[in-house]
């Protein structure tokens, strides 16, 4: 099922700081909504597709190099 996760949650589990987390949601990189004026919340599954596609990605370049 999907979640609403906060700013907090998502720096945690990429290993991230909370204002790059930020920074993305601001340049539109990471989708978020507005959950009261001050509250902001990312869906689980956009959160899922960012690490899937960054996988997906260094193992590309992984196997380019490997060529």
Excluded: C, Y
């Excluded at 906060?6 to 978020?32: D, N």
């Excluded at 004026?37 to 190099?65: F, G, P, W, Y």
Aim: net charge positive; glycine share 4%; hydrophobic share 35%.
């Amino acid at each position: 099922s999907v979640k609403l996760l906060t700013v907090q949650e998502i720096a945690s589990a990429l290993g991230t700081h909370p204002e790059t987390v930020r920074r993305w949601i601001r340049s539109g990189k990471l989708p978020a909504m507005k959950a009261t004026k001050r509250t902001i919340r990312v869906r689980s599954d956009v959160i899922e597709e960012l690490l899937n596609k960054t996988h997906n990605e260094q193992l590309n370049r992984n196997n380019n190099t490997l060529g």
